[in-house]
């Protein structure tokens, strides 16, 4: 289950993500949890399942993955892994992650393996790890290319 504490929250809102767990944050429950108020009394659905269709369509209003977090994993903070986890859950339709088993920055993920994803995220420990392997090799790429042309 994904953790969802004011750290969170305020990462979130400072750094401008724009995934689908608004409603979560706004009021602090499960995705199935909508107020009376917020139901339109015509149609009978949410203000959150509007909301949430609106999103699906602009997909190419998101924020670049660049803008909420660095591309060096070895750079990121333990606020820039949270960001990550979020994207890749939202992006890879990953479902829940609990946030607070990666207590740690970027590097501290590079000494993860395998295993240790896994049972950080039994679901979604697999593409997980992939996602940040692909990104470390391509950071060290990037670092050997530039250590190249000089």
């Keep these: ?77 333990r606020d820039d892994v949270i960001s990550w986890l979020l994207w890749a859950s939202d992006h890879y339709r990953l479902g829940p992650v609990d946030v607070e088993k990666f207590h740690m920055n970027g590097k501290g993920l590079i000494y993860l393996n395998k295993d240790g994803f896994e049972r950080r995220a039994p679901s979604a420990g697999d593409k997980l790890f992939q996602d940040f392997r692909v990104r470390f090799a391509r950071a060290i790429m990037a670092e050997k290319n530039a250590h190249c042309k000089v």
Excluded: C
């Design 1 to 77: 289950m994904v953790i969802w504490n004011s750290t969170v929250i305020e990462i979130q809102h400072r750094r401008g993500y724009t995934g689908d767990y608004t409603h979560r944050m706004q009021y602090g429950q499960g995705a199935d949890f909508v107020p009376r108020s917020d139901r339109d009394k015509s149609t009978g659905t949410s203000r959150h399942r509007r909301r949430h269709e609106q999103r699906r369509s602009l997909q190419s209003t998101r924020l670049p993955v660049a803008a909420m977090f660095p591309e060096d994993p070895r750079d990121w903070a």
